[in-house]
């Protein structure tokens, strides 16, 4: 390989989200010499990030990457991961990923916890307009609760969030895993941005390290464990390249839609994401406050129908409550670089229910019936691509001595529901597995 670079580690890391993060971090500060590689660059520092500009140079495909079906899939491609564009909510890992796949990471969520000081926003801060949906849910039957945050209004110089927080943290109130990853850095990790992994190395049944373009030069790195945490999309297209090919078929996403509705009043645009929420574990949806950020609104609705377009001047005044639906493994990402993820017969009678929940809702928080509608789905968290008992052991190993996976490919099943706590339970675990071995 003519001009290759090869580096040397005991633990090569790819990708810096919130899995790749959590366990570059426990094992660096464990005495380990940890090799992390992240595809995108950082930054937080440029005067873009948070912005529209920013969104559309760190995502993939400039956020308009789609499935065959027409999903809509935001993949963020940066230092920290999916953490730099989410709405920082915090749940706790469902129950079933201990009581029916043998994943017990109680501890470490329950340490994360209280780390990060994961709460609800205070009162005064969860919006007038997210509340007033709330109430309206809470007189209606269903018990919404404030949504744990990973966010302090302390950590801003001044708490300015809004519907725009998607697009990137500017005030500095939400937690994003490229704190760890600094953290990792100045306990001696060696981070390589630009890094574009594109296959394991496996020599006798062993990963051995890695190979790629850093910097659009070839590269090699070698280390004895290879952990890939490089998304629901990325790692199963790197095992894919590494042979193992079986990754990639089927995949779930948690599949998304809001539904929206108009009031006099002012609505949720410029009120905190996502400070309100429910879920319905028997049918498998959860419900929570949102609304596009102002100019991704007009975009994403267009794929509707052209006449969506004349609801934007009235943004200001939207109540919208996001659905996150439990779906079937379906579809999948194939070598050919297609990602497919059609819903099941299974799935479109629940989001059916859940859309009708939201309409009932809209409704007593004081929105107009013929006003309310729901957006085109898109995909939020590409999952399931490397699933736990059929790829993956209970310690997220490969059949491939040395060579493992912790991101959202992992999941047995779609999470319905924020999914960072709970990679980052995995994250902590893998590593102190490792450290134990």
Same mark, same amino acid.
């Given at each position: 390989?003519?001009?290759?670079?090869?580096?040397?580690?005991?633990?090569?890391?790819?990708?810096s989200?919130?899995?790749?993060?959590s366990v570059?971090?426990?094992?660096?500060?464990?005495?380990?010499?940890?090799?992390?590689?992240?595809?995108?660059?950082? +930054?937080?520092?440029? $005067?873009?990030?948070g912005?529209?500009?920013?969104?559309?140079?760190?995502?993939?495909?400039?956020?308009?990457?789609?499935?065959?079906?027409?999903?809509?899939?935001?993949?963020?491609?940066?230092?920290?991961?999916?953490?730099?564009?989410?709405?920082?909510?915090?749940?706790?890992?469902p129950?079933?990923?201990?009581e029916?796949?043998?994943?017990?990471?109680?501890a470490?969520?329950?340490?994360?916890i209280?780390?990060?000081?994961?709460?609800?926003?205070?009162? @005064?801060?969860?919006?007038?307009? !997210?509340?007033?949906?709330?109430?309206?849910? +809470?007189?209606? @039957?269903?018990?919404?609760?404030?949504q744990?945050?990973?966010?302090?209004? &302390?950590?801003a110089?001044?708490?300015?969030?809004? %519907?725009?927080?998607?697009?990137g943290?500017?005030?500095?109130?939400?937690?994003?895993?490229?704190?760890?990853?600094?953290?990792?850095?100045?306990?001696?990790?060696?981070?390589?941005?630009?890094?574009?992994?594109?296959?394991?190395l496996?020599e006798?049944?062993?990963?051995v390290?890695?190979?790629?373009?850093?910097?659009?030069?070839?590269f090699?790195?070698?280390? @004895? /464990?290879?952990?890939? $945490?490089?998304?629901?999309?990325?790692?199963?297209?790197?095992? +894919?390249a !590494?042979?193992?090919? +079986?990754?990639?078929?089927?995949?779930?996403?948690?599949?998304?839609?809001?539904?929206?509705?108009?009031?006099?009043?002012?609505?949720?645009g410029?009120?905190?994401?996502?400070?309100?929420?429910?879920?319905?574990?028997?049918v498998?949806?959860?419900? !929570? &406050?949102?609304?596009?950020?102002?100019?991704?609104?007009?975009?994403?609705?267009?794929?509707?129908?052209?006449?969506?377009?004349?609801?934007?001047?009235?943004?200001?005044n939207?109540?919208?409550?996001?659905?996150?639906?439990?779906?079937?493994? $379906?579809?999948?990402?194939?070598?050919?670089?297609?990602? !497919?993820?059609?819903?099941?017969?299974?799935?479109?009678?629940?989001l059916?229910? %859940?859309?009708?929940?939201?309409?009932?809702?809209?409704?007593?928080?004081?929105?107009?019936p013929?006003?309310?509608?729901?957006?085109p789905?898109?995909?939020t968290?590409? $999952?399931?691509?490397?699933?736990? @008992?059929?790829?993956?052991?209970?310690?997220?190993?490969?059949?491939?001595?040395?060579?493992?996976?912790?991101?959202?490919? /992992?999941f047995?099943?779609?999470?319905?529901?924020?999914?960072?706590?709970?990679i980052?339970?995995?994250?902590?675990?893998?590593?102190r597995?490792?450290?134990?071995q």
């Amino acid at each position: 390989m003519p001009d290759s670079q090869v580096l040397q580690a005991d633990v090569i890391v790819v990708g810096s989200g919130p899995g790749g993060a959590s366990v570059a971090r426990e094992l660096t500060k464990n005495g380990k010499k940890v090799l992390l590689l992240e595809r995108g660059i950082d +930054q937080r520092s440029r $005067s873009y990030y948070g912005t529209y500009l920013g969104a559309i140079l760190y995502s993939d495909r400039g956020s308009l990457l789609f499935s065959q079906e027409g999903l809509n899939i935001v993949r963020p491609l940066l230092v920290g991961g999916a953490t730099s564009m989410y709405c920082g909510c915090a749940s706790p890992p469902p129950t079933w990923l201990k009581e029916k796949y043998g994943v017990d990471i109680d501890a470490e969520v329950a340490e994360t916890i209280d780390e990060l000081e994961i709460a609800p926003l205070p009162p @005064g801060l969860r919006g007038v307009a !997210s509340t007033r949906i709330a109430r309206a849910a +809470q007189a209606l @039957g269903y018990n919404w609760q404030a949504q744990p945050k990973f966010m302090k209004p &302390t950590r801003a110089q001044k708490f300015d969030c809004g %519907a725009k927080c998607m697009l990137g943290c500017r005030c500095g109130a939400k937690w994003n895993a490229a704190e760890w990853v600094d953290e990792a850095v100045a306990a001696g990790a060696d981070l390589r941005t630009r890094a574009r992994v594109e296959r394991v190395l496996i020599e006798d049944g062993h990963a051995v390290g890695v190979s790629g373009r850093l910097e659009g030069r070839p590269f090699t790195a070698r280390a @004895g /464990t290879v952990i890939l $945490s490089a998304g629901g999309i990325g790692t199963p297209r790197i095992l +894919q390249a !590494s042979g193992l090919k +079986q990754a990639g078929q089927g995949m779930t996403m948690d599949v998304t839609v809001m539904v929206y509705g108009f009031i006099k009043e002012a609505g949720i645009g410029k009120e905190p994401p996502m400070t309100w929420s429910w879920e319905d574990p028997e049918v498998g949806y959860m419900l !929570s &406050t949102l609304l596009d950020p102002w100019l991704l609104y007009p975009l994403i609705n267009v794929l509707k129908g052209p006449q969506y377009l004349l609801t934007w001047p009235r943004w200001g005044n939207i109540l919208g409550v996001m659905i996150k639906l439990k779906d079937s493994i $379906s579809g999948g990402v194939f070598p050919n670089g297609k990602i !497919s993820k059609p819903l099941t017969d299974y799935d479109r009678p629940r989001l059916k229910m %859940a859309e009708e929940v939201c309409r009932k809702i809209l409704v007593e928080a004081g929105a107009k019936p013929e006003t309310i509608f729901m957006t085109p789905l898109r995909g939020t968290h590409p $999952s399931g691509t490397v699933r736990i @008992g059929e790829m993956l052991d209970t310690n997220l190993q490969t059949e491939i001595a040395g060579l493992y996976a912790c991101d959202a490919s /992992t999941f047995p099943e779609a999470l319905d529901r924020p999914t960072v706590l709970t990679i980052l339970g995995l994250g902590k675990r893998l590593a102190r597995h490792l450290i134990n071995q």
